[in-house]
C-alpha cells in the first residue's frame, strides 16, 4: 500500500460544493427566448384587444354613448308626434269650425272686425339685461 491511500481527501471547493448548473445549450436558450418573445406578443396582443374592446370604434364606451343618444331622440320624437297630434287636431278645428278661424285670425294678424278698435298696449318697464345685473 502506498502511503497515499491513508491521506486525508482534499477539502471540497466552495464552488463545487454548490449545486452546478449545467450551461444552456443553444437549442435550449432559444427555444426559451423564443417561448418568452410568444409570451410578450400575446400578452401585447390581448392588451390591444381590450383597450379595443372598450374605447374602440364599436366597444363598449361607443355602444354606451349610442344607447344614450339614440333614448335622446326616442325622446325628441314621441314629443314631435305628440306636436304633430296637436298640430293636426288644431287644423281640423280650424277646417271646420269658423268661431276658431276667427280666433286664431285675431290672435295671430291682429284682425279686427269694420267697427272695432284696435287698442294695443305696450309694456313701459325695460326688460332686464344681462348686463345690468
Known amino acids: 500500500m502506498s502511503v497515499d491511500a491513508f491521506r486525508d481527501p482534499p477539502a471540497p ?40 374592446a372598450l374605447v374602440g370604434e364599436s366597444g363598449y364606451l361607443a355602444t354606451v354613448a349610442a344607447r344614450r343618444e339614440l333614448a335622446a331622440l326616442e325622446g325628441r320624437v314621441a314629443r314631435l308626434r305628440l306636436e304633430n297630434q296637436q298640430l293636426q287636431q288644431e287644423g281640423r278645428r280650424l277646417e271646420t269650425d269658423p268661431s276658431a278661424l ?32
Open 13 to 52: 471547493d466552495a464552488a463545487a460544493s454548490r449545486p452546478s448548473r449545467r450551461p444552456r445549450t443553444p437549442a435550449v436558450a432559444v427555444r426559451e427566448r423564443r417561448r418568452r418573445l410568444a409570451l410578450w406578443l400575446l400578452s401585447t396582443a390581448l392588451c390591444i384587444l381590450v383597450v379595443n
Open 102 to 133: 276667427e280666433e286664431t285670425a285675431r290672435r295671430e294678424l291682429g284682425l279686427v272686425r269694420p267697427g272695432e278698435t284696435l287698442i294695443v298696449i305696450h309694456d313701459t318697464t325695460r326688460p332686464e339685461t344681462p348686463a345690468s345685473r
